[in-house]
Structure formats: C-alpha cells, structure tokens
C-alpha cells in the first residue's frame, strides 16, 4: 500500500508544521531585544479577574499589597503614569518605588527615561510628603504609609516611544523594584491609538521569563499586562506595538563609557592629531634652523681651529694658545651645553698643570687605595683666574692650604661643598652667557622647558581623564600628553649658539680633531712636557686621557734631567718614593677617576646634610 512506511515522514511534517505555527507566539514573547521590533497580533486573553487564584499565599503578619498601574501615552509621546497601592492590613511605615531612569539599550548604549512630576496623595487628594531621590539609575520615591489604607502615585515619563519599522513602540520598565512583596501588580496602558502587539518580562532582572499574563483588553483597545508575586529585587518590562502615527518620540540615548569609546578614534580627534603633528614638526623645523648655525660654522670655521694651539713667545719659545682663549671648563660646557663631571675635573687638572694646585700622590698605606693630597700656590703673577676657577678653589680648600682628595668626599669634611661645587656650575654657566656664546644660561633655558613640558603633559592627563569620562574624544588628550612628553625630551636640545658661540664651538672642534690626531705629537723637543701638560686637561674633556698621559710621560722621559724626574716628576705632580715617570699615565688616569667619583657623589653629599640638619630642628 502507498502509506507503508510512509509514517516517518509524515510525523517529520506534522511537527515541522506545529513549528511554524508557535512562532508568532514565541516571537512576541521572546526577550526585550526581540520586542523592539514585534508587530505580530496579540495573544488571546489571559489575565484573570482581581481575587483569582493568581494571587499568592502571605502569612498573618504581613499587609496585602496590590498595585493598579494606570499608563496613558499621549501624541507628544509622553506616558502619564497613575499608581493605586492598597493595603490590606496593618501597611508598612514607609513604602519605596524606584522608577527605572537607565535601561541597557545595546552593547554600546543606555536607554535613558526622563522622569518629573512626581506626587503622591492619599485617598483624599491630599499630597504626602514623600522623598524623591536619584539614585544608580532610578528615582527612588519614599512613601510614608502608615495608618494609609491607599496611596496614589502619580508621575510623567518622556522617551518612552520610539519609531520602529511598521509603526511606534512604547517600551518602558513599568515597574523596577519595590521595598515589600507586592502580590498583585496590574498594568493597564493606554494611547490615542489601539495596540497591534505587545509583549513582556518579569522577575529577576538578567530572567527571559515572560510575566504572568496578558492581553488587548475586551474590545482589543488598550494592553493589559498582570505579574503575581512580585519579590523586591523583581522587574516588569513591557513592549507595546502601534500604528504609524500613534505618538511622536525617539529614545534617549547616552554611550556607555568604555575604553574603548572613550578614546574612539573620530574625524575631530584624528585632526586634532593632525594640527599637533604639524606643530611638532614646524616646530622641529625651527629648531633645527636655530641649531643649525653650529653646523653651518663647522663646515666654514672649523680648519681655523685645526692647527697646533701655540704662539710664538719670547726668546722664540712657543706658549701654549687655545682658540679663542676657551678655558677646559668653558669648552665642555659650550660642546655639550651642560656643566658636567668631566668639566669640573679638567679644570682641577687644569689649575694644577698652570700653577695653583700641586698634585702629590701618597704612599699607599697596605691595602689602601690610593690617595693625594691637594696643595693651594699662589699660581703665576701675570695670570688671572675667571670667577669660576675661583670658586673651585674655594670648593676645594676653602681656609685650608692643603686637603686629602679622600677627604673630600667625607660627609664631615666641609656641609657646604656640595653647595659650593653648584655655584661653580652655575658660575660656568653664566661664562656662557657673560661672553656671549649664548642669549641665556642653557641650565635655565632646559629648566624652563622641562617644567613647561611636565605642566602640559600633567594638563594632557587630567584632560585625559575628564574627556575619558564625560566624552568619547579622549584620544585627544592623549595627544596632549605625547606632546607635554616630547617637550619633556627635547628640553635638552633647546638652549640655542649665538652667531658667535657657534662660530667658537666651530674653533673648537678643530681644535679637537688637531688633539685627536697625530699631528700634535709633533711639539719641539725641551718644550713638549710644557706643551702636553697643557693639552692634558683638554684631553679630559676629549676623552683622550690615557693616551696625552703617555705622550706626557715620554716626553719627560726625554726632555728632563734625572734629577728632575727623581722624586718630583713633574712640577705640578709628585709621587711618593718608589713612584716613577713611568707611571705618571696610570696614576693621572686613577686620579681623574677618584676626582670624578668624588664630584658625582656631592648630590648625594648634600641631600645626607639636609637630612641631618632635619634631625637636629
């Protein structure tokens, strides 16, 4: 027969049939993002009459509460709302409604519902005095009840109604918690217009569940929703569907905040981005041209420092003469446009080699490092010190003809030499300034931009703080940040050469490249040990050291008498009884180091003093 074996399929159609015809239903019941869009026909009607069974069971003690919700959507789409709460027994002291402001709308946006006009009266019209208050998203309403029997809660709600693709949706959180179980809550919602769909959810707030019941009404003419049991922390949402033209209104969003959105990247901050890097480059491009003297100076000016550094002087012997009469201090502050350690240490050395320090080495006492005692001369008549050698001096000795190099770096030497090598710093930085190799001290013109850089990027933060919570243009701040940092770095590069400092820089830098090269090995014999020994502190800011040192210790090898080199060795330098010429490179390079390391260590010297003097106030 033909039906034979013909069951399966048939079964495998009927159900696919049951299918489709349940999914209209589904549709209209399933979650809130669905509702958005439901314009199915409505339900048949399943909302019982007040006192059905529908009601739950409560004990003895506690009042009966019911709450008749009266919503009316009018053509400007705002919903008048009209709450009816009965007490049966004793009613609580007080009664909170929290009125649902912030909804979820999508992954990127709230739903916001302005809420105003909020009274409540009793059962003779007469206004309680109810507290309203914000709060996480609600308006939170505090209703004295006791001794009422029946309140009315009445307010207004904007931006509830919203266009949708075959007509106008009213959605609204019709209930969003209450202080006490409510045991019945019936919802009646009305407009100029009858509903064509309507759907709901109740119970917890993350629940799918649909509520307990509801229809169009008899006549089809307005939609009626009811939620039995209604715990504290339970939720009523509905969804209404109706025809084009029902009610005006779009929803009322706000951009959840988010990293991600508040620095979204958007056409006004991408120019933002823009002017800034144009900014940054033009004022590159300045910079540049402004520093760019010393390289235009170097390619013109520097061969007229490229020749030995000596004059002819009496009797034809040759006099030692540095372009431009730069000091060592004075060219590695122009070179580097910093005072640094090495600046200071060649200029030690330098005091030494032309007369107003002698250099003695110690014996080395057993296992003891070694160590020099440092002794104050009167240095040539015919000679003048600059300020800043001066104040070195004072630094070094202050009242004392002579002091142990160890003892300088002792926190009980002298509580003012960390104070005293800082005006030597400043004393040098003003040189540059005095002979016009710079418009402004460098030390104060990176201070300057330093502090201007940290101010704008401490601007950018807390900019980027309040854009990134109240806005999504955040990433512009951002941009104020990155610029206050560059500032920050490129402070070092921003004290600029006068036409004039370029143009000795220039000198100097030949004179450099003549130290560097073999050329300058090439002094007359009887008049080398002078002539190096002068070129030794420049090594120091050269980085040459080790190899003057051993220049000068040949050149003393040859030129001076044994009876010169025995004990003394040099004039501006003395080693203890078993030291000799020969080890004048590595003695100079270990007092260079020791010096250094003193010097580096006077920050640390005065912040200790600071700090004692603290201790004893």
Request: glycine share 8%; with cysteine; hydrophobic share 45%.
């Amino acid at each position: 027969m033909w039906w034979v074996g013909s069951w399966r399929p048939a079964v495998a159609i009927a159900a696919a049939l049951l299918v489709l015809s349940s999914l209209p239903v589904a549709f209209a019941a399933g979650p809130m993002g669905a509702a958005h869009a439901a314009t199915v026909a409505a339900p048949a009607t399943t909302v019982p009459a007040a006192g059905s069974s529908v009601i739950g069971h409560r004990s003895g003690d506690d009042p009966l509460i019911t709450n008749t919700v009266k919503l009316e959507l009018d053509a400007l789409g705002v919903l008048h709302a009209e709450e009816t709460l009965r007490f049966e027994g004793e009613a609580p002291e007080v009664f909170v409604r929290a009125l649902t402001e912030t909804m979820l709308y999508d992954t990127e946006h709230d739903r916001r519902f302005e809420i105003n006009g909020v009274r409540v009266t009793d059962t003779e019209g007469r206004t309680l005095d109810a507290e309203v208050d914000h709060r996480a998203g609600a308006v939170v309403v505090e209703i004295p009840t006791r001794g009422q029997d029946e309140v009315v809660l009445t307010y207004r709600v904007g931006g509830t109604a919203s266009e949708v693709s075959r007509g106008v949706q009213m959605e609204w959180r019709a209930i969003g918690a209450y202080s006490h179980t409510v045991e019945v809550t019936d919802v009646t919602v009305m407009a100029p217009m009858p509903p064509e769909a309507l759907s709901c959810l109740a119970g917890e707030p993350r629940s799918a569940m649909y509520c307990t019941a509801s229809d169009m009404g008899p006549e089809s003419s307005v939609a009626h929703f009811l939620q039995a049991d209604m715990e504290p922390d339970d939720r009523l949402d509905i969804v209404v569907n109706y025809p084009p033209g029902t009610a005006e209104g779009e929803p009322i969003l706000t951009r959840r905040w988010s990293l991600a959105s508040a620095f979204q990247v958007t056409p006004a901050t991408a120019s933002v981005f823009g002017v800034l890097l144009v900014v940054l480059i033009g004022g590159l491009t300045v910079l540049i041209r402004i520093r760019g003297r010393d390289e235009r100076a170097l390619r013109r000016e520097a061969v007229e420092g490229d020749h030995a550094p000596v004059a002819t002087g009496e009797h034809g012997r040759l006099r030692f003469a540095p372009p431009d009469d730069v000091h060592p201090g004075q060219i590695g502050t122009l070179i580097d446009e910093r005072v640094d350690i090495a600046d200071l240490t060649a200029t030690v050395l330098d005091l030494a080699v032309r007369g107003y320090i002698r250099l003695e080495e110690l014996p080395h006492e057993h296992f003891t490092s070694v160590d020099w005692r440092l002794v104050r001369l009167d240095g040539p008549a015919e000679e003048t010190l600059l300020p800043s050698e001066w104040l070195l001096l004072d630094a070094l000795f202050g009242d004392r003809p002579t002091v142990r190099l160890s003892r300088l770096g002792a926190p009980g030497f002298s509580t003012d030499f960390p104070a005293r090598v800082d005006r030597v710093r400043e004393e040098l930085y003003r040189d540059m300034v005095r002979l016009k190799w710079f418009v402004r001290s460098p030390s104060r013109v990176r201070g300057l931009w330093s502090t201007a850089g940290m101010a704008v990027t401490a601007l950018g933060v807390i900019l980027t703080i309040l854009l990134a919570v109240f806005t999504t243009a955040a990433f512009t701040g951002l941009a104020v940040v990155i610029a206050g940092a560059a500032i920050t770095a490129g402070a070092q590069y921003m004290p600029a050469k006068t036409k004039l400092g370029s143009s000795v820089y220039a000198h100097t830098m030949g004179f450099r490249d003549y130290l560097l090269s073999p050329r300058a090995e090439t002094a007359p014999p009887g008049q080398r040990v002078e002539l190096y020994s002068r070129y030794l502190p420049y090594a120091v800011i050269f980085d040459d050291v080790d190899r003057w040192s051993d220049l000068l210790a040949s050149a003393a090898l040859t030129d001076l008498t044994p009876e010169e080199l025995t004990g003394d060795g040099l004039h501006w330098y003395t080693g203890p009884r078993e030291w000799r010429i020969q080890d004048f490179s590595d003695s100079i390079s270990a007092f260079v180091v020791s010096l250094t390391g003193i010097i580096t260590n006077t920050r640390r010297l005065r912040v200790l003093n600071q700090f004692q003097r603290s201790e004893r106030r």
